[in-house]
Structures are given as structure tokens and as C-alpha cells.
């Protein structure tokens, strides 16, 4: 009879504890499209060695998994409602609005997309790229492709956030960085106020951002500006003012989780 009891209070006990055991959310994940400025260079990237063939670029999103750890996603819990995060940086060098869509690269994203995940979309260097016609996309095209990539990642439940690209290191004036961009951080714009969408205007927070660190420091720490002899990969140095070191990758990864927190989150905006 003891025996029974006993077997009895424990069954009892599990079923108590199961039921007040803490509910741990399905992770959210927040995949990252667009070009080189936003890439992981590392893993898989292109089957070769990151650091004897790529070392040190790297693109923001690379750097970007540690600003969702658990204590973080407190700061944003108007935007994820999950206990963990992935990042899935599918960004890829050299890809504009158009070539992203047109390599399948987005309909691999599509399929995988699930109800409250994040997609974050940052193009526009290589789609203002006029003198490489195989990836220039026209302001009017980028907005119809922002416009697609907003409305399928709605379809599927999830919620797009829109980004202006991040500044080059120029052109610098009187100690102040400006706008290289042209028309397509306004195109970004344009699109966010008509459809709606979550927008980080990444074009003026790294301008500003760039600017109070000034022009000296950006350049020989943020950017891939090396001298020759010191890394493997670039044995005879570089001078690159679009691509980033990994402190600059990290500033701009800051940057953008910066905006996050800024976001005013309604409920059209995620339809």
C-alpha cells in the first residue's frame, strides 16, 4: 500500500511540475537579405578558408547573432516575443534588388519563412551601380522589387523591416560625411510610407555614426583600408572605403540593433 502511495505522490508531482513548468516560445528567426556590406564571409560562404582568403572583411550581419542573445531581446521584445533568435544572413556580395530575386535567392528564403519571423532588407549598392549592367537595377525596379520582398514576407506571416543602405567612407566634407546613395535611401523611404513597413533609415545612422568617430579612424579601422604585409588574403594591402573590418562591422551590427530598439511597432505594419 505504501509502495502505491508513493508511486501515486509522484505521479502526482511530475504532472504538477510539468504544469507549471516555464514556456519556452518556438525561436524566432530574423533573416538578413542583401549584398556584400551585410554578408558572412565565414562557414560556407564560397568553400574556400575565411582567413587565409577572405580575413578581415566582414559584413555586419556576420557579426549581428550576438546582439539576440537573451538579455538582448528584452530591449526588443516590441519586435520578437521569442526566448531565442537565429540569424540567417542569406545576403550575398555583388547582389542587387533584382539579382537576389532573379538567382532564387529570395524564393529559398520564402519557403523557409515562418509566422513571426524578421526579414531584414537592405539593399542598394550594387543596385545603383550603373556601369555594371548585370546587377543595376533603376530606382522605379528597386522599389517594385522592395515592394515584392515586403509583400511576400507578409504572406507568409512574417514581418519585413526595411533598411537604407549603409554609407560608404565618402565623400567626407568639412569633418561631416554625406549621402552617396543618391535617390535610393529615399526609394527605401517611399516604399516604408506606402506600404507601411518598419523602416531603419541605416544610410543616415551611419553617416552620423561615421561622422562623431571621424574620417581618420573610420577609414584605417572600419573600413578595408590595409596596409601590405599584414594579412594573408591581402598580402599587398587594399584601399576599399564600401567594405568593412570586423570593428566596423560590429558599429554598423550596433547601428542597426540601435534602430530596432527605436522602431514603433503597430499592428498595420506587420499585415
Known amino acids: 500500500m505504501n509502495r502505491i502511495l508513493t508511486g501515486l ?3 502526482i508531482l511530475s504532472i504538477t511540475l510539468v504544469a507549471f513548468a516555464p514556456f519556452k516560445k518556438k525561436p524566432v528567426t530574423v533573416y538578413l537579405i542583401g549584398d556584400s556590406t551585410v ?5 560556407d560562404y564560397d568553400d574556400k578558408d575565411y582567413m587565409t582568403t577572405r580575413y578581415p572583411i566582414a559584413g555586419w550581419g556576420q557579426v549581428f547573432q550576438p546582439f539576440m542573445r537573451p538579455d538582448s531581446l528584452a530591449k526588443i521584445k516590441h519586435l520578437i516575443k521569442a526566448d531565442s533568435v537565429v540569424v540567417a544572413d542569406k545576403a550575398r556580395g555583388g547582389r542587387s534588388t533584382r539579382t537576389f530575386f532573379e538567382e532564387g535567392r529570395w524564393a529559398e528564403v520564402y519557403k523557409s519563412l515562418q509566422k513571426n519571423d524578421l526579414v531584414m532588407i537592405q539593399f542598394g549598392h550594387n543596385d545603383a551601380a550603373e556601369n555594371k549592367p548585370e546587377r543595376y537595377t533603376n530606382v522605379t525596379a528597386y522599389k517594385e522589387y522592395l515592394r515584392l520582398y515586403v509583400k511576400q514576407t507578409r504572406e507568409k ?12 567612407n565618402y565623400p567626407w566634407k568639412d569633418g561631416k560625411l554625406s549621402n552617396v546613395h543618391g535617390e535610393y535611401p529615399q526609394a527605401v523611404k517611399d516604399v516604408a510610407r506606402e506600404l507601411n513597413v518598419l523602416l531603419i533609415d541605416l544610410t543616415q545612422l551611419s553617416i552620423d555614426g561615421f561622422t562623431a568617430k571621424g574620417e581618420e579612424y573610420v577609414t584605417n579601422n572600419y573600413f578595408m583600408n590595409l596596409p601590405a604585409g599584414k594579412y594573408t588574403a591581402y598580402p599587398e594591402g587594399q584601399k576599399d572605403n564600401t567594405h568593412f573590418q570586423p570593428e566596423g562591422a560590429r558599429a554598423v551590427a550596433q547601428l542597426v540593433f540601435q534602430g530596432m530598439q527605436n522602431l514603433q511597432v503597430n499592428g498595420a505594419a506587420r499585415k
Open 9 to 11: 505522490t509522484l505521479l
Open 39 to 43: 554578408a558572412d564571409y565565414t562557414g
Open 157 to 168: 506571416g512574417a514581418i519585413p523591416i526595411l533598411l537604407t543602405p549603409v554609407n560608404r
